[in-house]
């Protein structure tokens, strides 16, 4: 008797280990799992089916008959006549991220995978837009797509895209060596010498090397023209020379001073665009203590999300940040679940403190 036959008379056998004994038909039980026998020559129609119990050791009867196999190659279902629809591979984009911001020209590198997702067929190639490892692109301004295409062997494709925008801004303090970020005050204080950029092209209202106002001297106020902060005042302040003057128009990523590494180190942010007043000042929003830099204003962790998301490293929020709001109609730079939070000192940090470098 052949094995199609003896599946469909049910001379079945179970196979538990080296063991082999006979098994009867069996209905109605929770336990049971469904297994599909016939002789080859039958149409799928016609092929009979047998509720199999399972053992007392656990293990399950399963007869599978060639007609079954035959149907199971063709990717059919024996219970149905349907195809299959098969799961196909999965991709996971792990960078970048959908609907992420990036500054110009910052370093974001490619991460994704591809598996089988529930099939039996390994993956046969799974490309991105470029190379896993590889630098994204970051080189020009406007919202882009990420694609990754999987093929398994069994000929199943699935394609993954996710769009991320490219900010009209870059880090200003890229190209600045030893950099180490301070406290999160009016702006963000940082250390590091060497060149200080434009975050976005604009225009310079003042630049001045010597500032009565500002601990070390020196004072840098420009007025953004392009992207989703035009209109608004950038200052860039203490330890450095400026290299631009009054009235200069600067284009992103342009030097336009040049950090000296000495206390009590640089401050950037939002100015007010009246002298050189930070816009937390003209807000109101300095803290009453004895040190107007005592706590992290909602204009210095303003501006400090917008660094992060440029690709600066991140500047300290003290204890307990005052709730406080940016001015009505502020522009909103959301980046959902891929800027990191910023550290937190547990007490308040003195003016010229910074991190180690990296």
């Avoid at 599946?7 to 469904?34: N, Q």
């Avoid at 199971?72 to 629809?85: I, N």
């Avoid at 950099?179 to 434009?198: F, H, T």
């Avoid at 005042?233 to 400026?242: D, L, P």
Wanted: charged share 15%; with cysteine; net charge positive.
């Amino acid at each position: 008797m052949t094995f199609a036959e003896q599946c469909e008379s049910g001379d079945l056998m179970s196979m538990a280990g080296d063991s082999a004994r006979p098994a009867r038909r069996h209905s109605g039980s929770s336990r049971s799992m469904i297994s599909i026998a016939a002789r080859a020559s039958l149409p799928l129609a016609r092929l009979r089916i047998w509720s199999l119990a399972a053992l007392a050791s656990g293990s399950l009867l399963v007869c599978v008959s060639a007609a079954s196999a035959a149907a199971a190659a063709l990717k059919v279902d024996t219970l149905s006549g349907r195809p299959f629809q098969s799961a196909g591979p999965s991709v996971t984009i792990v960078s970048p991220r959908d609907e992420r911001f990036f500054g110009l020209h910052r370093r974001v590198i490619a991460r994704f995978g591809c598996s089988e997702g529930g099939t039996t067929a390994p993956i046969a190639t799974c490309t991105g837009t470029v190379a896993a490892g590889q630098r994204i692109g970051t080189s020009t301004p406007g919202t882009k797509a990420f694609t990754v295409t999987a093929t398994d062997r069994a000929g199943n494709t699935v394609t993954k895209t996710v769009h991320y925008t490219v900010l009209r801004y870059t880090n200003p303090l890229r190209a600045v060596r030893g950099l180490r970020p301070g406290r999160i005050d009016q702006g963000v204080d940082y250390a590091g010498s060497g060149p200080i950029l434009a975050l976005g092209s604009g225009t310079v209202i003042k630049a001045t090397n010597t500032d009565s106002g500002w601990p070390g001297g020196g004072w840098l106020l420009y007025q953004l023209s392009q992207g989703p902060f035009a209109g608004k005042y950038v200052f860039v302040s203490e330890n450095i020379t400026v290299s631009v003057k009054a009235g200069q128009t600067v284009t992103t990523g342009e030097k336009i001073a040049t950090l000296h590494d000495a206390y009590p180190n640089m401050e950037t942010g939002w100015a007010s665009g009246i002298r050189d007043t930070t816009l937390a000042n003209a807000d109101g929003h300095l803290c009453p203590c004895a040190d107007p830099g005592g706590w992290s204003t909602i204009e210095g962790r303003n501006f400090g999300h917008l660094l992060v998301v440029l690709g600066a490293r991140s500047g300290y929020l003290q204890p307990d940040p005052p709730k406080q709001r940016m001015p009505p109609g502020w522009p909103r730079l959301s980046s959902p679940g891929t800027v990191a939070a910023a550290p937190e000192s547990r007490t308040p940090l003195p003016e010229g403190w910074t991190a180690r470098p990296k």
